[in-house]
């Protein structure tokens, strides 16, 4: 699928209100979330350090998507430019990239657990489970490759000791499914709080990945 955007003001601010929007539903604390749009053969990401209420269009640092260098005059990009360049280009139906440190999908990866299918949303971010990455530092190589193995094909996994990621074919579908991985994770936190709940087969799954292909979540 060819890109939604191009790199304008207008994506550049809605890059920004997304970061802020993220804060506002306490999907993220502070700067440590970042976000990232395919623009042609460029992605634009959120900088290094810079608190989201002091962003402007300017400041969101464009980079080719085949380079570990940023365009000439650019802040530093956030620190991990690099799974977020790798997600983008090993998904080509893939447009954004929302990673957050959302608090009980933090959770669950401090305590590596994935989310099975406890409940029918798992199918939104691609299979019967949103899977745990392995752990690595942040900003690695290693951990990029391990976001690569993670979300083969999926929309969305937890990251060991850290956070969660998801993608989406517009910013605003990666928004919603970072949205829907926390209240799912919250959900399954809650559940194993007074039980163990109980796990849908691979068959219920699959029927409901299929009515999701009716009404519009099949989208990257």
Not at 182 to 206: C, D, F, M, Q, R
């Amino acid at each position: 699928m060819k890109s939604p955007y191009s790199d304008c003001t207008e994506l550049r601010q809605a890059v920004i209100d997304s970061c802020l929007s993220m804060n506002t539903l306490g999907i993220n604390q502070g700067t440590s979330g970042n976000i990232s749009v395919r623009a042609g053969n460029k992605m634009l990401i959120t900088p290094s350090g810079v608190a989201y209420d002091q962003l402007t269009p300017e400041m969101i640092v464009s980079m080719p998507l085949t380079s570990d260098t940023p365009d000439p005059g650019q802040l530093k990009p956030s620190t991990e430019w690099r799974f977020h360049q790798s997600l983008l280009l090993s998904k080509p139906d893939c447009h954004a990239v929302v990673h957050a440190h959302p608090v009980y999908c933090s959770a669950l990866a401090m305590n590596r657990r994935e989310i099975p299918a406890c409940h029918y949303m798992v199918a939104a971010f691609g299979g019967n489970s949103v899977r745990l990455a392995d752990y690595a530092i942040f900003g690695s190589a290693a951990l990029s490759d391990n976001l690569d193995k993670a979300m083969q094909d999926r929309h969305g996994c937890l990251m060991a000791n850290h956070g969660s990621v998801v993608v989406g074919d517009t910013l605003e579908r990666a928004m919603w499914r970072m949205v829907e991985l926390e209240t799912l994770a919250k959900g399954y936190v809650a559940s194993l709080s007074i039980g163990e709940p109980h796990i849908l087969s691979n068959s219920e799954i699959e029927d409901v990945l299929a009515a999701f292909s009716n009404y519009g979540l099949k989208d990257a």
